[in-house]
């Protein structure tokens, strides 16, 4: 629709994805190198005063600290490092910094390499510099949710969390239950509800190990018999989502969802909710949140009185099924024309004095305990992957194949890999890679391949194609181990990117080889 009003959209995206051969100009770094390229564009900005410095000025702290680190970050510079030729990073500078309004729709996955969480900070820098956000449309458009009137501190009771309770992050769930995460306390009993880990969490052969331990008391709540579940002691039957009163999170608009119980759950199967609430009254717990039924979990878990949810309550999406919260529209929506940013200084925070890495409070319950602690750099810049033929050339030598791991389209993660007509959709699990890759190795188009790494393996139908660029693999994630032999996240590292201890998922070399 964009494109039909006269927008120009450019993707950048390592290989040529389903967007990325719908836009008008396909840009394919390197894998992890967004935030040289991000770093080239404000130089070409900065040097070329394309700078709206009156938004600079009133709206943002740090101008004249990121200048000076901008400057020597050249789109020669880049070159070297994205594969992405000078002319064009200049080129794609200009027309962003002179075509009001300019959007940037930031993808999930851009911070899953070591050096992500700075190549978003460097992205974010952008449209402060050429005041984006004084335009209607401009600016970044990320997830949404944040924008919801989520009441996280209830949802999450951090104060009934005991002080000192050790933490171990999803990612290295492996290196948890195998020991090589020295933990004070080792892991004797896992629940898992809500995530299918040796599918979606990366070093999944040393979950898989961890899971077999015979010291492990192992509990699942799920729909079928998972990749997880196919370890677990006791598997909870799980309701399923028409099965119980709920409210969908958004991640891609500004509504809010009512999900209407349809129908009693079969047999023994409950909502997770009320596993929870079952086993907090038998373990004791009196406080009264733990005995509430999922409709007063909607009311308190919604901050109604937000000025978002001006006449909406639980009442009224019962009755309509949606509301859009209260943001403005897509006609005047200009939240951060005249700053008002969720910072302390309620501007773009270009440099961030004493800033120390944390992990957002959603995701670890809004507890304090725990956090990685260390200063960060004040500035953005580019951060190498911990794994590229540039960064690791010892490893390449061994590894020479970058790989990638984008969400498929006929799956949601893991979710319906497992239903025959989702999977003859979205075909037998396969990895893309170019030509002249393919010729080295002897493979042909439709062959079976090995793709592995020290870390593990999995197997793949070879797609020989020039979506891809030579020395880069893609294959996509949320197949089946027990369907397929092993799994995308087989040979991902478990290693955590630069801020937030986020996941690193496309920072790996692999190998392919005939199966």
């Known amino acids: 629709e964009a494109q039909k009003k006269g927008a120009k959209v450019v993707v950048i995206d390592s290989y040529a994805s389903k967007t990325a051969k719908e836009a008008d100009w396909h840009i394919a770094p390197k894998p992890g190198t967004d935030g040289a390229l991000a770093m080239a564009m404000m130089n070409v900005i900065i040097s ?3 700078v709206d410095q009156d938004y600079v000025d009133n709206y943002t702290v740090g101008y004249k600290e990121l200048a000076a680190r901008a400057k020597t ?21 200009r027309e962003y910094a002179t075509t009001p309004p300019a ?3 930031m993808g999930i996955a851009l911070e899953r390499n070591y050096g992500g969480s700075q190549a978003i900070r460097a992205v974010t820098c952008l449209p402060a510099l050429i005041g984006a956000w004084r335009h209607v ?16 501190m209830t949802m999450c009771r951090p104060d009934l969390i005991p002080e000192g309770t050790p933490v171990v992050n999803i990612l290295q769930l492996g290196r ?12 004797k009993s896992l629940m898992v509800w809500n995530t299918n880990p040796v599918t979606q969490s990366p070093e999944t052969d040393k979950i898989v190990a961890g899971l077999q331990r015979e010291d492990l008391f192992t509990i699942v709540a799920d729909h079928f018999i998972s990749d997880t579940a196919a370890y677990a002691d006791i598997i909870l039957p799980a309701a399923m989502g028409a099965e119980m009163e709920d409210i969908i999170v958004s991640w891609g608009h500004f509504y809010l969802t009512y999900n209407a119980k349809c129908i009693e759950p079969p047999a023994e199967a409950i909502p997770n909710n009320e596993i929870f609430r079952r086993l907090a009254k038998r373990m004791g717990f009196t406080e009264p949140q733990f005995s509430w039924s999922d409709s007063e979990c909607l009311e308190h878990y919604i ?27 897509k006609d005047d929506r200009a939240p951060h024309k005249n700053g008002n940013f969720p910072t302390p200084t309620g501007k773009v925070m270009l440099m961030v004095e004493g800033a120390k890495n944390f992990v957002a409070g959603p995701f670890r319950q809004m507890y304090d305990g725990f956090q990685p602690g260390q200063d960060l750099d004040p500035l953005p810049d580019y951060l190498a ?21 984008p969400k498929s389209h006929g799956f949601l993660n893991s979710c319906y890999a497992n239903m025959t007509d989702k999977i003859k959709k979205q075909g037998e699990q396969y ?56 799994t995308a996240n087989s040979i991902s590292l478990a290693e955590f990117g630069d801020m937030g201890n986020s996941a690193s998922f496309s920072d790996n070399l692999v190998e392919v080889e005939l199966g």
């Open 103 to 105: 959007a940037i729709r």
């Open 385 to 405: 992957s911990r794994e590229s033929p540039e960064s690791n050339p010892a490893l390449a030598a061994k590894y020479p194949l970058s790989i990638i791991t």
């Open 137 to 152: 449309g401009g600016g970044v458009l990320q997830m949404p949710i944040w924008e919801h009137p989520y009441d996280f």
């Open 73 to 93: 970050r050249t789109p020669e510079w880049a070159e070297k490092i994205t594969g992405i030729a000078a002319a064009d990073i200049r080129q794609l500078a």
């Open 303 to 329: 901050n109604w009185s937000a000025p978002v949810c001006e006449g909406i309550d639980l009442a009224y999406l019962r009755e309509h099924g949606f509301a859009r919260l209260k943001v403005g529209t």
């Open 48 to 50: 070329e005063n394309l």
């Open 176 to 187: 948890a239950l195998t020991g090589e995460l020295n933990l004070e306390t080792p892991i």
């Open 431 to 486: 990895v893309l890679i170019h030509p002249a890759d393919a010729a080295m190795r002897n493979i042909a188009e439709g062959a079976k391949v090995r793709v592995f790494n020290d870390r593990g393996a999995f197997e793949a139908q070879a797609n020989i194609t020039k979506d891809v660029n030579p020395g880069l693999v893609v294959s996509p994630l949320g197949y089946w181990r027990q369907l397929n032999k092993g």
